[in-house]
């Protein structure tokens, strides 16, 4: 070995004799074998290789670039004694070479052989990935087992690369240049020396440190310190938490709190939230019904919104309690998750944990003002915003809208559908008829703006008085005769001349009718006409003006007292007719 070779030249200090001298000589190179390591002394350095005296008849040379450092400099001067491998020995021809590299190499298999003898520990730095595991240089380059890097399977290797751990040497085999580590032996190894300590401290409510060891979406692994305790997610946070993978990562340190454990099942329970006060406590301080709050929305459901208001409280905001005017289908349409938002409490109840939010209540309710602002009677202008089969929408303000009925439109008119009058974004005047606050109701009124016809048809239409207008309708029971705009009256079959005739043949509709009127019905809106009454009237003026000229004239005869009295006879039958009638 290195360290068992002298320098030669001290060895023949204190030699006496020239045969005792020779002998040590010839002994000393009989001793020299190629593989074997010796001490050398530098004597010279060339620029190719370095000279190094072992005490042989001849000096040996190494290459130069085994003495180079990172900047090409020799890193050896002349009179250093230094290791050396000799690599080839020609006694005859007396050259010999030599090498440092192999020598300190040599050097190295010898300490890790000494190491693998008493089981101790080497240092090494992962080099690389290889098939299997990794290559590790402690010296010369040595095997890790992909089994043996961690006491768990290690999902990224690359992570491994480059650093730097200690190992224990499983197998070793110098004439192969076979070495095989293990670091999860020495984690074992540790990790059993501090279960037995950490078992030793574990106690209910204790709060201790820990590494989190995995991650699942049920919770998180901790390494108590050779003992693994589970941290639930529901144990994680007093709020909302997804997923653990949002808050830990792999080797993250924690402080954690001891809910439970087993000894003999080797379960752990552990806590987090547990480590400050539950906010609920003090809820009702913090959040008292009617108080403005403002929070983040976390999640949206179909019927509602649920607002974070401090981390473990969250309210729920309904739809129903969105907005004052609109109808919100979903409350997406209302807010986005992330967003903040200001709310009012509704309801509080800490014992089952929820809060009722409101948003609309944060703004006064426009329906509590819009009665004292368009009191009923008002005339107020506004846009068509929606046409339907029973009336139309008009904008008011604040996203109310008026509802006009299809039978506010005219007072006249008769409208199977709005559209047939009015299309969307028109702009009109209406009058408001009526405000359900309640029912958040707002009615108004077209055909209000002006007035109705009828409430002067018995003026206009006076019954007795003879009208003229144009046939709209024939049917079996009359014929319908239009007056004015929307105003029609009725000639029942009964009061045509002769109510036995085909009506469709004796009238046709757009010609002109005289008619008499017999009655007005306002509350119903009728007028009652009769043909046949026009004609009876006509012949009674006749006979009566009749009369009044031949009482003018004194009765020459009989027969003309006769006559007179068969005239006044008629008339009282027609009198009478008509009375019946």
Do not use: C
């Not at 040595?142 to 089994?147: D, V």
């Not at 074992?188 to 699942?216: F, P």
């Not at 209406?430 to 703006?449: M, P, Y």
């Amino acid at each position: 070995m290195a360290n068992e070779n002298l320098d030669v030249q001290d060895k023949f200090e204190g030699v006496e004799t020239m045969e005792e001298l020779l002998d040590l000589y010839e002994d000393s190179f009989s001793r020299f074998q190629e593989g074997e390591v010796v001490t050398g002394r530098v004597i010279s350095i060339g620029r190719d290789s370095v000279i190094v005296d072992i005490g042989y008849k001849s000096e040996g040379a190494v290459p130069a670039e085994e003495f180079k450092d990172e900047n090409g400099e020799i890193t050896v001067k002349k009179g250093d004694k230094i290791e050396v491998m000799i690599e080839f020995w020609d006694e005859d021809e007396e050259e010999v070479v030599l090498s440092k590299e192999k020598a300190e190499k040599q050097k190295v298999w010898d300490e890790i052989a000494e190491i693998h003898e008493k089981d101790g520990i080497v240092e090494g730095i992962i080099i690389n990935r290889v098939k299997g595991g990794f290559s590790v240089d402690i010296g010369v380059q040595a095997f890790l087992p992909g089994s043996q890097a961690d006491l768990r399977p290690i999902k990224n290797m690359d992570v491994m690369v480059g650093k730097k751990f200690k190992f224990k040497v499983l197998k070793f085999n110098k004439r192969r240049s076979n070495i095989v580590l293990s670091r999860r032996v020495i984690l074992e190894s540790m990790r059993q020396e501090q279960r037995s300590a950490t078992l030793e401290e574990l106690e209910i409510g204790r709060v201790m440190t820990g590494t989190v060891k995995n991650i699942t979406e049920y919770g998180v692994f901790i390494d108590l310190g050779g003992v693994d305790g589970l941290l639930h997610i529901t144990d994680i946070s007093w709020g909302r938490v997804k997923h653990p993978s949002e808050l830990f990562a792999l080797g993250d340190e924690i402080e954690v709190k001891i809910l439970s454990y087993d000894l003999e099942k080797e379960r752990v329970s552990l806590g987090m939230k547990q480590l400050t006060p539950d906010p609920w406590e003090t809820a009702a301080q913090q959040y008292p019904v009617g108080s403005k709050v403002k929070g983040r929305v976390v999640s949206l459901t179909d019927y509602g919104a649920f607002v974070e208001l401090e981390e473990g409280i969250e309210g729920l905001i309904h739809v129903s309690e969105m907005s004052w005017t609109k109808k919100v289908k979903h409350p997406s349409k209302m807010v986005s998750v992330g967003e903040e938002v200001e709310a009012v409490v509704l309801d509080l109840k800490p014992e089952s944990r929820r809060i009722s939010l409101g948003m609309k209540q944060v703004e006064p309710n426009p329906w509590d003002l819009i009665s004292d602002k368009y009191p009923v009677g008002t005339i107020i202008e506004g846009k068509i915003k929606n046409i339907t089969d029973f009336g139309l929408f008009i904008g008011i303000e604040d996203d109310i809208d008026g509802l006009v009925h299809i039978s506010d439109i005219s007072w006249t008119k008769r409208i199977k559908h709005p559209g047939e009058v009015y299309k969307k974004g028109d702009t009109v005047q209406a009058v408001v008829l009526d405000i359900d606050k309640e029912n958040e109701r707002f009615s108004l009124g077209i055909k209000q703006t002006q007035p109705d016809p009828w409430e002067s048809a018995p003026e206009t239409y006076k019954v007795g008085s003879k009208i003229s207008g144009k046939i709209t309708n024939i049917t079996d029971f009359g014929i319908f005769v239009e007056l004015e705009e929307g105003v029609e009256g009725l000639v029942h079959i009964s009061e045509v001349e002769n109510e036995k005739k085909d009506l469709s043949k004796e009238y046709q509709i757009g010609s002109d009718l005289e008619a008499k009127v017999m009655n007005v019905n306002t509350e119903e809106r009728r007028i009652g006409l009769s043909v046949k009454r026009l004609g009876m009237d006509d012949d009674e003026a006749i006979l009566k003006d009749y009369m009044k000229k031949i009482e003018d004239v004194p009765p020459t005869s009989a027969f003309g007292e006769m006559l007179k009295e068969n005239i006044e006879e008629k008339i009282k039958e027609k009198e009478e007719a008509r009375n019946k009638q």
